[in-house]
């Protein structure tokens, strides 16, 4: 596979990355995280709202060097690690969907259900291609 098509595919993934992180924010209001953690502790909340925080920022990155920079994920041993670590993460992402959300509420929602298992499913190849072919 050529660093051309690599690359092409990197700058896609960083694409749907960015709609990752913009989903978050989407994702705040439509299950009501405010609201549904009103009755937690404040401890509980905070550590709650950080992790979504540095979740997002760790996307944004991974985003802005997939679209910037995707050359960078294309060269050496430490790309290659962490396009390996990226494909598990993506990879693993799948599994979680699949095995630990809560099967009435994925049936509720089909359509959004197989469109992020698709998202993911693609990070997680684009991620394995630029390991392998690198």
């Not at 299950?31 to 009103?38: D, F, G, I, P, S």
């Not at 950080?50 to 294309?74: D, Q, R």
């Not at 670590?85 to 959300?101: D, E, I, K, N, P």
Request: proline fraction near 1%; aromatic fraction near 16%.
């Amino acid at each position: 596979m050529s660093t051309f098509t690599l690359e092409l595919a990197l700058r896609f993934a960083g694409m749907i990355l960015t709609g990752l992180v913009l989903a978050n924010f989407v994702a705040a209001k439509r299950w009501r995280y405010a609201e549904n953690l009103a009755g937690s502790t404040v401890i509980v909340r905070q550590v709650f709202y950080v992790h979504c925080a540095y979740i997002v920022v760790i996307i944004a990155a991974l985003a802005l060097l997939c679209l910037g920079w995707p050359g960078l994920l294309l060269k050496g041993e430490m790309s290659r690690v962490l396009c390996v670590f990226f494909a598990l993460f993506w990879g693993s992402r799948v599994v979680v969907q699949l095995t630990y959300y809560d099967r009435e509420l994925r049936r509720a929602d089909r359509g959004w259900d197989i469109f992020f298992l698709g998202v993911f499913l693609v990070l997680s190849a684009v991620f394995t291609l630029a390991a392998v072919f690198q």
